[in-house]
């Protein structure tokens, strides 16, 4: 029975020997274990903020949000894909600094 670490791939051989009666043969083969394109976690999750509608623009790193071990966390896409009230925050993320301004309407 084969058994895989997780997170890793790569290629091994392995050599299985038969004996009897003392004389013993040997054959080998190739195991490759595939990478898996395993989807990046959070690891740090983003608390909850309070604003004043005054107050400056709230900037946040997400440099350490995410991470993923198949791929370099600086490669790491993030998009705000949803803001339920468009009316009160804007917000945009630029080198992985997430920044929500209060609008002045509010």
Sequence with gaps: MLSYEP???GMAILIVRGTSKG??????????????????EIVNALNDVTLNK????????LSDVFNDVDSNNNDIMKTIIENTND??????IADNV????CLPEH
């Design 7 to 9: 997170n890793v791939n």
């Design 23 to 40: 004389k013993f043969i040997n054959d080998s083969f190739n195991v490759i274990v595939e990478p898996e394109d395993s989807p990046p």
């Design 54 to 61: 005054d107050d400056e623009p709230l900037t946040i790193s």
């Design 87 to 92: 009316t009160l925050v804007s917000s945009t």
């Design 98 to 101: 997430l920044t929500i301004h």
